[in-house]
């Protein structure tokens, strides 16, 4: 199971563009890497998953280079409302049961 | 219902009592999953359901808790002779069981107190 490593804590303001970057280089073949958000007293929630490349949501994007040993989260023009945990994990359908959660990334968004 | 549903959504209980913890699942995810969280804290992997067999307990922290599923859909986790150790936020999520899926869905939690 790949370990993640991702930045403790973040700050930025309304407007910006906040990129989280989490670093697994023990990613497996057939791993996907997925990103979730988590608001306080709340049940994490999906945000998206990619393998390589480029994905773009409507609510982000994530940028996955070739070695995939890293990946990028990019929230464009946060809001106040964007502040939360985000977790970014590595496996796959048949162990994502087991994911390693970290501690995530607290992003904090100040007006 | 449209999401995973937990309940109670809290329960505070003397330390020695059982507890049990519901949840029902989205209609059709045949991947169920029970996750604790202490405060400030990641995710904790208690166990993983797929359909009405447990593959995998190997989270479970002790021979006080154990876990059960039926019809493929509730499941239930018991806590017996709770400690304040166990005081924590359980979470609940199902997923479709496919193999690009690694998505997903989470309740709001049961919040635990053992006092």
């Known amino acids: 199971l790949a370990k993640t490593t991702q930045p403790i804590s973040m700050d930025s303001y309304e407007g910006q563009e906040v990129n989280i970057t989490c670093s697994h280089n023990n990613i497996a073949t057939n791993d996907y890497i997925t990103w979730y958000q988590q608001f306080p007293s709340q049940g994490p929630r999906f945000i998206i998953q990619?393998?390589?490349?480029?994905v773009t949501n409507e609510v982000a994007s994530l940028f996955i280079p070739a070695d995939r040993k890293s990946s990028t989260l990019s929230l464009p023009r946060v809001s106040l409302s964007d502040t939360a945990v985000y977790y970014c994990l590595a496996g796959n359908a048949g162990n994502n049961r087991k994911l390693i959660w970290g501690l995530g990334t607290s992003l904090a968004v100040n007006p | 219902g449209a999401g995973v549903s937990q309940s109670p959504s809290n329960k505070v209980t003397e330390k020695g009592k059982d507890v049990e913890l519901r949840c029902d699942p989205i209609s059709g995810h045949t991947a169920l999953y029970w996750y604790r969280q202490s405060l400030g804290q990641g995710l904790e992997f208690l166990i993983y359901f797929q359909g009405n067999s447990a593959p995998d307990k190997s989270g479970l922290p002790s021979d006080r808790f154990s876990a059960e599923r039926t019809g493929g859909s509730v499941s239930t986790l018991t806590i017996q002779r709770t400690q304040q150790e166990d005081s924590a936020v359980y979470l609940c999520a199902s997923s479709l069981l496919t193999p690009m899926n690694t998505e997903a869905f989470f309740g709001q939690g049961t919040r635990l107190t053992v006092v």
């Open positions: 990619g393998y390589k490349t480029k």
